[in-house]
Each structure stands twice: as structure tokens, then as C-alpha cells.
């Protein structure tokens, strides 16, 4: 059996003046004739050469290694900051929806990121119960008025579950970063009570003609704060709370409106985060786009957009054409639904959106929509719109599937009473003869 040959170095100690060479080298001697050993041993053992061992040594003690550089190399890596992970990927995605999504819709989506912030300071009195609350400012508020890109804002102040007394700061036009400087004072409230309470910063924009929208708030529970001092704190706005039961989803859509030819373009453009209506966690949307009268009577077919199969979140870009008189475009609305499509019964309404003139009370963002087209005619304006609950009953198709139901059981009816009569002419005949 061979012998791996190794050649000693020779005058290992001169000019080193130290004997710690001279160990280690034997210590690695040691080791190679252990290995040697070793070899030899397993190849009289398995009849392979000791080359092929010394090999499979070497192949294991670089495993070994790669894997404990592995984990060192994990331990000491240093955690990326938060939206760093996929960078490459992101910046790819980003550049497909810049060139898809509109000026407009990035906008929209900026504003339901950020609601701004608000500055305010707070004074407890012990000796006369007070709460002194005072609005300062705010800062980086969404706009509000597409058209100049600015706000009317104004904050009311008060306690939860009171919600009375209520204060208002004044209203500061076209304004993102307003500064109130009010001080409101909450009386005859004992200290312990303040626990139990909850002090809401709700901040509106003022419209002059209809009631204010509330754009953001900010809720600061009372037994999370030190009263022993003033407090002067810079908050984030949270949106708001619509009070909806549950979240159905969003819906992209662009309206154009040309007074020449009198044309109304429809496109629906992408819903997203939609609500799942199958069993198995998904959903078959497709929209349908119906427009009114005044009246509530249907003008004109019925719009139906393509079905996408098992999508929460469906991009249609589909486009449909609606011809209104100039005179009537303050006269009708439009009713938007998203359903998901069931080939046995049709479909089940999802959510819905109208917009029209005659939307101001009952849903502001539908109204605002649809005044701005107005507004800028021959331009497409395009928004997000929360999709609101579906009406009960809302399918033209199951309304006119009750309406001949309802007439057919009125014609038996009739037909009954008919059949009714002529027996009792019959027998009052049979009785006269009898008689």
C-alpha cells in the first residue's frame, strides 16, 4: 500500500528563534499520518485505493467549512431597511404601472397613503378640573380640490363617548400646512374620569354648500398620557372610519363627457383588493354600468364589462359610450357594480358606485367625480372610488323575473275570479229550474 511521500523542511528553526514553528509543523505531521493511517486502513478495509479517501475527506472537510460560512456569513449580515428587500423587482413593477396608471391615479394613491399630521398640546388643571386642549398646527394635509391641489381645513375637537361639548377651530382656505393656534377648555372633568375617556383631533375640509368631509383623525386614549405636565406632541392622521360593516374593495374608473357630440365615455379601468365570494377564496368580477333618469327609469341598455376568472384584483381597461344631451348630464347618474359572475345564477353584486349630480348627500366622492368631468370637458378624469354596499334585489334580471311572476299571479287571479263567477251563475241557473 503506498505512502503519501512529504519532504521535511529543512533548517526549519534557523533564523526563526522561536520553537512555535517547529510545533505546529510536527502537530501537522501528526495529523497527516493520522490521516494516512486512516487511509490505509479503510482502503485494506473496502479495497479502494488511499487516494480516493484522503478525497472524500477533503470533499467532507469543504462541506463542513461551506456550511459554517454559511451561518456566519447569514449571522453577521446586516438586516436591510424595510422596502429594500426586491428592490430590483420593485423598481420593474413601478416602471409597468407608471406607464399604465395615470397622473391621476398615482395622486390618488398618495393620498390614501398619507392623511398629514397634526401638532397639539395638552394642560390638565387638578385644581379646577380642566383640560386645556390646544390645536397648533397642521402639516402635509391631502388636498381636497383637484383643481387648485389644496384644502379648506378646519379641526374639531372632543371626547369619547361624549362627543359633546364639541369645539371647531376656524377654517383656513387653501391650505395644506394651516396653523390654528386655539386653545379649547373641557370642564368639570375629574381626574379619575379621564381614564375612561378618549380625546379625538378630527380634521375636515370645509364645503360651503353641503356638509364637510372628514379627511383624517387622530384618537388619543387619555390613560395612555402623563397629565402631571403639559404635553406637546406631533401625530400622524389615520383615515377615516366610514362605519361600512365590511370592506368590499376598490374601483378605478375614467369619465370623459364631449358637449359637442354629446358622448359620455365609461372606461373601467382595474378594481383591486376585491371581496372574496367563492368558496375557494376568490372571485369571477366582471362590471356592469347601468345610467338613470331623475325619475330612477333606466336610460337606454344596459354596459357589461368581460369576466376575469379567480381575481381579486381584475385590470379590464374597457370603455363604453353613453349618448346624453348637454341640458341633461345634471339630470341622470350612473350606476356602477361590480359582480361576480355565476353561471348557474347569474351574478351576485359585489359592491357598487354611482355618480351623478344628484349624488351630493348620499355619496360625496360620486358627486365630486362627476362634477369635475363637468368642469373639464373633453378630458378624461379618472379616480379611485370606494365600492359601497350593493342595494338588496339590485340585478335588472331578477326585477323583471319578480315583475312577471307578479303579473302572472295577478292574471290567475283574475282567471280564478272569472271561473268563479260563471259557477255561480251555473248553480243560480240549476236552482231556478229546480225551483
Known amino acids: 500500500m503506498g505512502r503519501i511521500r512529504r519532504d521535511a523542511p529543512e533548517n526549519s528553526e534557523e533564523g526563526t528563534g522561536d520553537g512555535i514553528k517547529t510545533k505546529a509543523i510536527n502537530a501537522l505531521h501528526t495529523a497527516e499520518d493520522k490521516v494516512n493511517e486512516g487511509a490505509n486502513f479503510l482502503s485494506k478495509k473496502t479495497n479502494m485505493q488511499p487516494w480516493m479517501w484522503l478525497a472524500i475527506f477533503a470533499a467532507i472537510v469543504l462541506v463542513i467549512l461551506g456550511i459554517c ?250 370603455s363604453f359610450v353613453f349618448l346624453i344631451d348637454e341640458m341633461d348630464m345634471k339630470r341622470v347618474f350612473l350606476d356602477i357594480t361590480v359582480c361576480d359572475y355565476d353561471l348557474i345564477g347569474g351574478g351576485d353584486p359585489i359592491g357598487k358606485v354611482k355618480l351623478g349630480w344628484n349624488q351630493q348627500k348620499t355619496y360625496k366622492p360620486g358627486f365630486k367625480h362627476f362634477k369635475e368631468v363637468l368642469e373639464n370637458p373633453r378630458r378624461p378624469i379618472i379616480k379611485w372610488h370606494v365600492l359601497q354596499d350593493p342595494e338588496p334585489e339590485d340585478d335588472d334580471d331578477k326585477k323583471k323575473e319578480k315583475d312577471k311572476k307578479g303579473k302572472d299571479d295577478k292574471k290567475d287571479d283574475k282567471k280564478d275570479k272569472k271561473d268563479e263567477k260563471k259557477e255561480d251563475k251555473k248553480e243560480e241557473k240549476k236552482d231556478e229550474k229546480k225551483k
Open 69 to 318: 460560512g454559511w451561518c456566519i456569513y447569514r449571522f453577521c449580515k446586516k438586516k436591510r431597511p424595510k422596502g429594500a428587500s426586491d428592490k430590483k423587482d420593485d423598481d420593474e413593477n413601478a416602471l409597468v404601472e407608471n406607464e399604465e396608471a395615470p397622473v391621476e391615479d398615482l395622486e390618488e394613491k398618495k393620498e390614501e397613503e398619507s392623511r398629514g399630521r397634526i401638532r397639539f398640546r395638552i394642560e390638565y388643571d387638578f385644581t379646577t378640573q380642566e383640560l386645556k386642549v390646544t390645536v397648533i398646527e397642521c402639516a402635509d394635509l391631502p388636498p381636497t380640490d383637484w383643481s387648485t391641489g389644496l384644502t379648506d381645513p378646519f379641526v374639531k375637537v372632543y371626547l369619547l363617548p361624549d362627543k359633546k361639548p364639541k369645539y371647531e377651530t376656524k377654517v383656513h382656505r387653501k391650505n395644506l400646512n394651516p396653523k390654528f393656534d386655539q386653545t379649547f377648555i373641557f370642564k368639570n372633568i375629574p381626574y379619575v374620569d379621564t381614564f375612561d375617556k378618549t380625546l379625538v383631533f378630527a380634521v375636515y375640509d370645509y364645503d360651503r354648500f353641503s356638509s364637510s368631509d372628514q379627511t383624517g383623525e387622530y384618537q388619543l386614549p387619555m390613560n395612555s398620557v402623563d397629565l402631571a405636565g403639559p404635553i406637546e406632541e406631533w401625530r400622524a392622521l389615520a383615515p377615516v372610519d366610514d362605519g361600512s360593516n365590511q370592506y368590499l374593495g376598490d374601483l378605478c374608473l375614467s369619465l370623459r363627457y364631449v358637449p359637442s357630440s354629446g358622448k359620455l365615455t365609461v372606461a373601467i379601468l382595474e378594481a383591486r383588493k376585491l371581496k372574496k365570494m367563492d368558496i375557494t377564496g376568490a372571485s369571477d368580477p366582471y362590471v356592469k354600468i347601468k345610467l338613470f333618469d331623475s325619475k330612477g327609469k333606466r336610460i337606454g341598455k344596459k354596459k357589461k364589462t368581460s369576466v376575469k376568472s379567480c381575481n381579486l384584483n381584475p385590470y379590464w381597461n374597457e
